[in-house]
């Protein structure tokens, strides 16, 4: 009989044993501020903490004990200009087609999704292709939550804390080639886990987007593995999909299996379906309406409250210069 361990980094910290809890970073942050150890090494900021972490780490009594991750140290950099958005509504009003087309019952449609065991492949023009086990993967890198607002194209908006890692972090483990331009992400493809694949097989499964290098360097970009504090539920893109605050919603991949580095534009999934309302920048702008609708105001959910859409989603200070003509 083949017994599975479920990975630890997708278990409560509470059903950790001591040894996970002493990898896990809040914990070990706690017993660094209570001595004098912060002062001594240094530990000011958070990418600080990171680097502590990872060079006193030892052996972990099991594998699974290093990847109890949650919960991680807030980014206290990245702001809000609203609440955080309930977390009932950011796990149950849901954009994720695989499972079907309404929102709120897309929540209910995933019970068949195994997003575990998970591996991700990168491949393409790089230095060090490689499948990685996301378990594996998720030790080599940086992990904060951080608070960033999402907007949909459909012009509904909320604002959610990311667990995750900068996808910079993982480029820079990778090291793409100098002729690589562009990075083309592929979504899982598995009909018979995903309803909404079966009943809407015209889609040209499995989802596809993609992103200019430049843009996937920038800090804002965030590869997410949990929301909450917790590991990331299913319908939210289980394991691992991405976070881009200053582009329309679809840019930001769910399930994510495959991470190509190209020369050239990648087609996305939204462009080929239909060209003239979805580009492959798609950056949140109220002065470029939908064909269909305006982009000028967006409206919170839940509750509904309309505020005025801001170029780059509020971000024009961390991206303008990438679209500078
Ligand atoms: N694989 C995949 N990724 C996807 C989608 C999808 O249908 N399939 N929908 C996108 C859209 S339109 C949005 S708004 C966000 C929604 O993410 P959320 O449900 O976590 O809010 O996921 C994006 N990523
Ligand atoms: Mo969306």
């Given at each position: 009989?083949?017994i599975r361990t479920?990975?630890l980094?997708q278990?409560?910290?509470?059903?950790a044993?001591?040894e996970?809890?002493y990898?896990?970073?809040?914990?070990?942050l706690?017993?660094?501020?209570?001595?004098?150890a912060?002062?001594?090494l240094?530990?000011?900021?958070?990418?600080?903490a990171?680097?502590?972490?990872a060079a006193?780490?030892?052996?972990?009594?099991?594998?699974?004990?290093?990847?109890?991750?949650?919960p991680?140290?807030?980014?206290?950099?990245?702001?809000?200009?609203?609440?955080v958005?309930?977390?009932?509504?950011?796990?149950?009003?849901n954009?994720?087609?695989?499972?079907?087309?309404?929102?709120?019952?897309?929540?209910?449609?995933?019970?068949?999704?195994?997003?575990?065991p998970w591996?991700?492949?990168?491949t393409?023009?790089v230095?060090?292709?490689?499948?990685y086990?996301?378990d594996?993967?998720?030790?080599?890198?940086?992990?904060?939550?951080?608070?960033y607002r999402?907007r949909?194209?459909e012009?509904?908006?909320m604002?959610?804390?990311w667990?995750?890692?900068?996808?910079?972090?993982?480029?820079?483990?990778?090291q793409?080639?100098s002729?690589?331009?562009?990075?083309?992400?592929i979504?899982?493809?598995?009909?018979?886990?995903?309803?909404?694949m079966r009943?809407?097989?015209?889609y040209?499964?499995?989802?596809?987007?993609?992103?200019?290098?430049?843009?996937?360097?920038n800090?804002?970009?965030?590869?997410?593995?949990?929301?909450?504090?917790?590991p990331?539920p299913?319908?939210?893109?289980a394991p691992i999909?991405l976070?881009?605050?200053?582009?329309?919603?679809?840019k930001s991949?769910?399930?994510?299996v495959?991470?190509?580095?190209t020369?050239?534009?990648?087609?996305?999934?939204?462009n080929?379906?239909?060209?003239l309302?979805?580009?492959?920048?798609?950056?949140v702008?109220?002065?470029?309406?939908?064909p269909?609708?305006?982009?000028a105001?967006?409206?919170l959910?839940?509750?509904?409250e309309?505020r005025?859409?801001?170029?780059?989603?509020?971000?024009a200070?961390?991206?303008?210069?990438?679209?500078?003509a």
């Amino acid at each position: 009989m083949l017994i599975r361990t479920p990975p630890l980094w997708q278990i409560p910290e509470s059903a950790a044993t001591p040894e996970a809890v002493y990898y896990n970073r809040r914990a070990f942050l706690r017993q660094l501020g209570k001595g004098a150890a912060a002062a001594t090494l240094g530990l000011s900021g958070l990418g600080n903490a990171a680097e502590v972490f990872a060079a006193s780490r030892q052996p972990a009594a099991t594998d699974a004990a290093a990847k109890n991750i949650f919960p991680a140290p807030r980014n206290a950099k990245y702001v809000l200009d609203r609440p955080v958005t309930e977390e009932h509504a950011v796990t149950h009003y849901n954009n994720f087609y695989e499972f079907g087309t309404d929102k709120q019952e897309v929540a209910n449609m995933v019970s068949a999704f195994k997003t575990q065991p998970w591996s991700v492949a990168v491949t393409g023009l790089v230095a060090q292709p490689k499948t990685y086990d996301l378990d594996d993967l998720v030790r080599l890198l940086p992990i904060e939550e951080r608070l960033y607002r999402h907007r949909c194209v459909e012009a509904w908006a909320m604002a959610v804390p990311w667990t995750g890692f900068p996808l910079k972090a993982l480029i820079d483990l990778v090291q793409p080639l100098s002729n690589a331009k562009y990075m083309r992400m592929i979504s899982f493809n598995k009909p018979a886990e995903a309803p909404g694949m079966r009943s809407q097989s015209w889609y040209a499964w499995p989802y596809y987007e993609g992103l200019r290098l430049d843009e996937a360097m920038n800090e804002l970009a965030f590869l997410v593995l949990g929301l909450y504090g917790k590991p990331l539920p299913k319908q939210n893109g289980a394991p691992i999909r991405l976070a881009l605050p200053w582009k329309y919603g679809y840019k930001s991949i769910k399930s994510i299996v495959q991470m190509e580095f190209t020369d050239k534009q990648p087609r996305t999934f939204w462009n080929d379906i239909a060209p003239l309302e979805y580009d492959f920048i798609s950056n949140v702008n109220p002065k470029v309406p939908h064909p269909r609708w305006s982009q000028a105001t967006e409206q919170l959910i839940p509750g509904g409250e309309r505020r005025a859409t801001l170029l780059y989603n509020g971000y024009a200070e961390y991206v303008a210069h990438l679209y500078k003509a």
